[in-house]
């Protein structure tokens, strides 16, 4: 069955920009009828979606994040990585990558999680 | 951005009891060109990512035990956990993906009493 697995540094300091892949293994990502989907969690905190990404390379942000992440895919790897610019303390965060449904539009829920990585901004 | 807030932050139920949590959305998330709810649960237990119970409101994912389910429409949504079971210890969210920003519940944590 298909499996996402995150991978990246885990410690970074402020100002440096944070950059993620998430492996997608057991299917391809070119398939289309899905959205690669970046969600972190704070330290004991509730899930923040950060933004995703479909085939076509049509993507979505949360504004809260104020243009800092850029989402991409590498179909050549079967991956998608998500980089966020100028980080703080406030990004320290488990960040998951997920894959929702959806086509022209995206229209379904979180239906695949990788594990998480933990990243720690910290000088 | 549609606020989701959930109910109560806490509880504690027997296990075989049953377990309701609450979830209410700051604008409706039923979509009338298909007339249907685009709210989502989610279980996330101890050092586990988030796992999707619940979509559409009320349709279970394939493996998930019958004792979940999710009703309500509109802005108003519930998770009943029939009887509860030691696995079933987890934080439970609400998401919905009625438009973006997706947003999420602030969670519910479930315990035995």
């Known amino acids: 069955q298909v499996q996402l697995q995150e991978s990246g540094p885990g410690l970074l300091k402020p100002s440096q920009t944070l950059s993620l892949t998430c492996t997608v293994s057991?299917?391809?990502?070119?398939?289309?009828?899905?959205?690669w989907s970046w969600i972190r969690q704070h330290p004991g905190k509730g899930l923040e979606w950060i933004g995703f990404i479909y085939i076509s390379g049509t993507t979505y942000y949360n504004p809260s994040l104020k243009s800092r992440p850029t989402i991409s895919l590498d179909t050549s790897k079967n991956r998608f990585s998500l980089k966020l610019s100028s980080v703080t303390a406030a990004d320290t965060a488990v960040y998951y990558c997920a894959r929702a449904t959806g086509g022209v539009l995206p229209q379904g829920a979180f239906n695949l999680w990788g594990q998480g990585i933990l990243v720690t901004v910290s000088s | 951005d549609i606020v989701m807030t959930q109910s109560p932050e806490s509880l504690a139920v027997s296990l075989g009891e049953r377990a309701t949590i609450n979830c209410k959305s700051s604008q409706s998330v039923l979509f009338s060109s298909d007339n249907k709810n685009y709210l989502a649960w989610y279980q996330q237990r101890p050092g586990q990512p988030p796992k999707l119970l619940i979509s559409w409101a009320s349709t279970r994912e394939s493996g998930v035990p019958d004792r979940f389910s999710g009703s309500g429409s509109g802005t108003d949504f519930t998770l009943t956990i029939s009887s509860l079971q030691a696995e079933d210890v987890a934080v439970y969210y609400c998401q919905q993906y009625y438009n973006t920003p997706r947003t999420f519940g602030q969670g519910t944590k479930v315990e035995i009493k």
């Open positions: 057991g299917g391809s990502i070119s398939s289309g009828g899905y959205y």
